[in-house]
């Protein structure tokens, strides 16, 4: 389970990556979206929106061992930078083993943590929707990344970066359809033997419908059939009074948890 964990946080780190690379110059500027990396962690900031989507710092100690330096340097630039919410990611790999309680007295508490998962080739299971489902071209991209925006509560200036994966090396963009009418969004990246499932989502008025469920099918189709035998994905960890509904979905296709994954937040945030 290790080499799926560390795989799964390599893609997950490459979609930050993606984000970045793919965001228009106009975005950026709106979202003071910049990176960088600290030791061997991605730093990930947007002064202007994102939330924890964008902010968030990934890979601390899993390439090379870490130091306290490092934790401290993270810190700081989400502090000058003014962001007041963000998450560091700590794998469970990570070296060394007093990397928590370094993170701990910068001034950090833990957040909810994040499961992710892993499926392998078995057999799709039939999506059960009456709503429809296309790979979407780049055209269709702005609408997508409305959708995935607001389903994700953030700004609609945050729209124009899952939009701009469209045509971005490894990835595709899928929408679901009530008749004409978009209803919901999933992407996917292929890497090699693997493949990472990103911003799923549905608009409220058409949930209930199986869409993300058909969304996931489609998806797992199109990366069997582009070879994929590793395919990963990431929701929020199961807590009591959470209705839990992107989980349930995921685990109804065949995904299985491999990994809950702690995550580090300043004090007072949501």
């Known amino acids: 389970m290790d080499l799926l964990s560390l795989t799964a946080e390599r893609l997950e780190r490459r979609t930050i990556s993606d984000l970045h690379d793919a965001a228009p110059a106009a975005a950026r500027a709106a979202l003071g979206l910049r990176r960088e990396t600290i030791g061997t962690a991605l730093v990930s900031i947007a002064t202007g929106g994102g939330d924890i989507l964008l902010n968030r710092t990934i890979g601390l100690g899993v390439e090379t061992q870490a130091d306290r330096a490092t934790?401290?340097?993270i810190v700081a630039r989400y502090r000058d930078a003014g962001v007041g919410r963000y998450?560091?990611?700590l794998h469970?790999?990570?070296r060394p083993a007093e990397l928590r309680g370094w993170i701990e007295d910068a001034g950090l508490v833990p957040a909810r943590a994040w499961m992710k998962f892993h499926r392998g080739t078995d057999d799709v299971p039939a999506p059960h929707s009456d709503l429809s489902v296309r790979e979407i071209a780049p055209e269709h991209a702005e609408v997508f990344g409305l959708i995935a925006a607001r389903c994700f509560g953030l700004?609609?200036?945050?729209?124009a970066l899952p939009a701009g994966l469209a045509g971005c090396p490894g990835w595709r963009l899928y929408m679901s359809f009530d008749g004409d009418t978009p209803a919901g969004t999933g992407a996917m990246l292929v890497d090699g033997d693997s493949a990472w499932f990103d911003w799923g989502a549905t608009l409220p008025e058409f949930r209930g419908r199986g869409g993300q469920r058909a969304v996931l099918c489609r998806r797992l189709h199109d990366a069997l059939a582009s070879g994929c035998r590793h395919l990963f994905t990431t929701t929020g960890e199961a807590v009591p009074g959470d209705a839990q509904h992107s989980y349930r979905n995921i685990e109804r296709v065949g995904f299985r948890p491999v990994l809950?994954?702690?995550?580090?937040?300043?004090?007072?945030?949501p």
């Open 260 to 269: 809950s994954r702690p995550n580090f937040k300043p004090p007072m945030s």
């Open 71 to 73: 934790v401290q340097a």
């Open 155 to 159: 700004d609609d200036s945050v729209a």
């Open 92 to 94: 469970p790999r990570a």
């Open 87 to 89: 998450f560091l990611h």
